[in-house]
């Protein structure tokens, strides 16, 4: 069974909350929104990495994963590009897009698109270290 907790968020802040309440693995998963007449992402990608990404995630002890839906208009607009693809924070160039938060709530790690796909890459992803420690000098 699925222990993950997926939560719909947006903001840096929900995400800094996050990791303030959760000690555990904590993931943010950029997917494009759902179609009203669907009910499934307009994104294809989206849609066949969600369930890969799900069941990786499944066997990670105390995880959770935010979830944000990107709205179509606002993701494929030309004119004025999305902030997630100019945000500090951690610039996702596209989606689905899969970060990694450390214990300071900053990015550790991010796959997008076909990357996501790649076991070997997201088993990399999933087991990096959120906290890095000093190496111990002897």
């Given at each position: 069974p699925?222990?993950?907790?997926?939560?719909?968020?947006?903001?840096?802040?929900?995400?800094?909350a996050?990791?303030e309440?959760?000690?555990g693995?904590?993931f943010?998963?950029?997917?494009?929104?759902?179609?009203?007449?669907t009910?499934?992402?307009?994104c294809?990608?989206?849609?066949?990495a969600k369930?890969?990404?799900v069941?990786?995630?499944?066997?990670?002890k105390?995880?959770?994963?935010?979830e944000v839906?990107?709205?179509?208009?606002?993701?494929?607009?030309k004119?004025?590009?999305h902030?997630?693809?100019?945000?500090?924070?951690?610039k996702?160039?596209?989606?689905?897009?899969?970060?990694?938060?450390g214990?300071?709530a900053r990015?550790?790690?991010?796959l997008?698109e076909?990357?996501i796909?790649?076991?070997?890459?997201?088993?990399?992803?999933?087991?990096?270290?959120?906290?890095?420690?000093?190496?111990?000098?002897q």
């Amino acid at each position: 069974p699925l222990q993950n907790e997926i939560q719909n968020i947006i903001g840096v802040s929900a995400i800094a909350a996050a990791r303030e309440e959760h000690t555990g693995a904590l993931f943010v998963l950029y997917v494009g929104s759902a179609r009203p007449d669907t009910g499934k992402s307009w994104c294809g990608d989206c849609v066949r990495a969600k369930p890969v990404i799900v069941q990786a995630l499944s066997a990670v002890k105390d995880c959770l994963v935010l979830e944000v839906p990107i709205e179509r208009s606002a993701w494929k607009d030309k004119d004025r590009p999305h902030f997630l693809r100019k945000n500090k924070w951690g610039k996702v160039s596209g989606v689905p897009a899969l970060v990694k938060v450390g214990q300071t709530a900053r990015p550790v790690g991010i796959l997008v698109e076909e990357e996501i796909m790649d076991a070997v890459m997201l088993q990399s992803l999933i087991n990096a270290m959120v906290a890095a420690s000093p190496p111990h000098s002897q």
